[in-house]
């Protein structure tokens, strides 16, 4: 189970990475009110991925919840979350991201996925 779990968090990552280094190629200048206008709808569509993206993930994480429950490991992972961020730093800088952004958001990311770890020990318990 746990396995098939890291297997599908691998896949979503590819897929992710994919999805947002495509649309970021896709970049046009703003010369124009129609420019905006077609800018900002890529802008709605990028939002709309990243949402069900993290809906995605979030799932996972119940998942995976779950299986620490079953098996007594703490929700909170320190050392796998520092890797995590590390990494997700360094791609971020790569994209022209600031650290602390990146940080921010991962760790916004983060409090949710304990939240959802937590209750969703308390539901399948």
Do not use: W
């Amino acid at each position: 189970m746990y396995s098939k779990i890291l297997k599908i968090a691998f896949i979503m990552m590819m897929v992710c990475g994919f999805a947002i280094t495509s649309s970021h190629a896709q970049t046009t200048p703003v010369n124009t009110p129609q420019d905006l206008a077609a800018n900002r709808v890529k802008i709605d569509s990028l939002d709309n991925q990243l949402i069900k993206i993290l809906g995605e993930r979030e799932q996972i994480v119940k998942e995976i919840g779950i299986y620490k429950a079953k098996n007594h490991i703490a929700p909170l992972q320190a050392a796998r979350f520092k890797e995590v961020l590390d990494k997700a730093v360094a791609k971020g800088a790569k994209e022209g991201l600031s650290a602390g952004f990146v940080t921010d958001l991962m760790n916004a990311i983060h409090e949710e996925s304990l939240r959802i770890e937590r209750d969703s020990t308390v539901v399948k318990q």
